[in-house]
């Protein structure tokens, strides 16, 4: 059946850059432990099995920098290794725990499974999960984009030079990583303004995507709403996400995640069990943490944490699969309606954060299988098409002009700059401003070694200072101390470096401490904040 519509997936991945060489079980690295086995590795296992079955997935994923790094980070790959083989031994306790439980004993079993999945996978491929997906990519299965070089949110850097630094380190990183250039650009929480334009495609970016209210802002210039691609006036390719689709599986109050059979996300094991028989599973501290075992279910509105029910995959399963077939059903019906009042093709844009699925919504990989494997099996008229086809294959779109916004609360930059975090903004402004006029200091001038180490090292923290995940941290009180120490330490560091190069006074000894723990972008050049000659 020919199409009536197409569908483009668009699945954000992104996690803060965590990293603490020092310690052997630190809390927040955990972030990227679990990710890894509850989403990423999941997620690659599903698009390596659909293509091996002739089914192309057709998703594209944006990776930002800082996850990339994390994913081909030694030290990290073997504390996973580690993080994986204690999860293995402590199933194999609960296996003999539950043998008398079946229902507690089916869950025990899919874990076991789960986090054998990641064992095998990650041996396969010697811990690097880029390569996979790198493998993916140029078989034409998937396509790869990035994002800003530490996720910060564009419009709120004030500097121009900032806003330069972190798409062109992104697209350095991204060669590096992928042995090509990136054609898409993830636009760090959807964040968008005007200027952004011209820095986007000087930096070499086809297209990019916003929240669907910057679209509709354009009024009679978008006449197809957000079922279309656009283009500003610079020649930059533009999606608009679409609020239908990504509500259904984003929002856990009126979306699928918040299905009664679905697993229970609050609910951990490590708080649970007997504290004597999970410590050699906890931190070196021994103090209770989340395990990333998850026994319940959400149960029913409202439950209370102690009153959820066991999981049950068989009937989480069913429920996927129920799912998948009424959001291809609401598609359709948007293809249908679009395609009977305009008489054309619409596009919907979907975009999601990766770790939602897996990690938050537990059966998000397995609903994603089941649409992608329904479309086929049932011959129905949507398609799956990455942005760099679906541009190659329509006409020149039409030009707009976009409106300022982001896909935050609020529909703008509430989250990121409000009562609970604007304190950091003077902090990270401060390392800017200095890293800016210290690179136009040195530009043109032949440093020794030591001297270009540390101006290179104070660039990496300048970009680290200006990370959105430390204001967004503080804003939902998650970890706010840890993203206040984040924060306030790389823009010291900065500042610090920075001082020492000009009173040519270089701690060395310190210095490569900081390499060693803030070792991302491995060829950055403190340059690239230097301010643009004018004639």
Request: charged share 25%.
């Given at each position: 059946?020919?199409s009536r ?10 996690l ?16 990227f432990?679990?990710?890894v ?23 594209t ?30 199933l ?9 439980d079946?229902?507690l ?12 999945e ?9 811990g ?5 997906l ?12 990035t994002t ?7 419009p ?32 760090p ?14 930096s ?8 669907s209210?910057a ?5 009679e ?24 689709s ?7 109050k ?7 059979a679905?697993?229970e996300f ?7 069990g007997?504290?004597?028989?999970l ?13 990333g ?6 149960t ?6 102690a ?27 948007q ?5 009977a ?6 596009l ?19 609903f ?31 030009e707009?002009?976009p ?17 609970s975090?604007?304190f ?5 402004y ?5 890293m800016i006029?210290?690179a136009?200091?040195f530009?043109?001038?032949d440093?020794n070694s ?22 967004f941290?503080?804003?939902?009180g ?15 560091n900065?500042?610090?470096l920075?001082?020492?190069v ?10 490569a ?12 050049d ?10």
């Open positions: 059946m020919s519509g197409s569908l483009m997936f668009l699945l954000h991945a992104h803060p850059y965590v990293n603490h060489p020092q310690d052997s079980a630190f809390l927040e690295e955990s972030w432990f679990e990710a086995v509850e989403t990423y590795v999941p997620l690659i296992s599903v698009l390596e099995r659909l293509s091996a079955e002739g089914i192309r997935p057709g998703v994923i944006s990776i930002s920098p800082t996850l990339g790094a994390m994913l081909e980070n030694e030290a990290l790959e073997r504390k996973l290794g580690i993080y994986v083989e204690s999860r293995l031994e402590l194999e306790k609960e296996l003999e725990r539950a043998k008398d079946p229902a004993l089916k869950i025990v079993q899919l874990y076991h499974a789960l986090y054998a990641a064992a095998e996978l990650l041996h396969k491929y010697s690097d999960l880029i390569t996979p790198k493998a993916l990519q140029h078989a034409g299965q998937i396509e790869i984009i800003a070089a530490t996720h910060a949110v564009l709120l850097l004030a500097r121009p030079e900032a806003v330069r630094a972190q798409l062109a380190v992104a697209a350095e990183d991204y060669q590096d990583r992928f042995n090509r250039k990136a054609a898409g650009f993830w636009l929480e959807c964040a968008y303004e005007p200027r952004l334009n011209s820095y986007l495609k000087l070499g970016f086809d297209y990019t995507f916003m929240e209210h679209v509709e802002a354009a009024g210039q978008a006449p197809n709403g957000v079922y279309s691609p656009y283009r500003t006036s610079n020649g930059l390719g533009l999606f608009a996400r679409d609020a239908a990504s509500r259904e599986v984003w929002s856990a009126f979306g699928y995640p918040g299905d009664p679905y697993r609050y609910r951990d094991y490590g708080y649970d007997d504290l004597e028989y410590k050699p599973y906890l931190g070196n501290d021994g103090a209770r943490r989340p395990l075992l998850k026994y319940h279910r959400i029913g509105p409202g439950a209370d944490l009153a959820k029910q066991y999981y049950d995959p068989d009937e989480a399963l069913a429920r996927v699969e129920a799912h998948a077939t009424d959001f291809l059903d609401r598609r359709q019906r293809t249908d309606d679009f395609y009042d305009r008489g054309g093709r619409p919907i844009v979907s975009c999601y954060d990766a770790e939602l699925f897996g990690h938050w919504w537990f059966e998000g990989p397995a994603l299988e089941a649409v992608i494997r329904r479309i086929r099996t049932e011959r129905l008229p949507l398609q799956f098409v990455t942005p760099t086809e679906y541009l190659n294959s329509c006409q020149e779109p039409q707009i002009a409106g300022m916004s982001s896909w935050g609360e609020n529909g703008y930059f509430d989250p990121w700059v409000n009562e975090n604007d950091i903004y003077p902090a990270v401060a390392a800017t401003d200095k006029e210290t136009n200091r530009r043109n001038q440093l030591l001297a270009t180490r540390a101006l290179n090292q104070a660039a990496r923290e300048t970009l680290l200072s200006q990370s959105s995940d430390w204001a941290l503080l804003y939902i998650s970890h706010s101390d840890y993203a206040k120490g984040r924060l306030e330490d790389h823009s010291a900065a500042l610090r920075l001082g020492e000009i009173e040519k006074r270089v701690d060395e000894q310190a210095l401490a900081l390499e060693r723990k803030n070792n991302l972008f491995p060829r950055i403190f340059r690239i904040f230097a301010s643009v000659s004018k004639f």
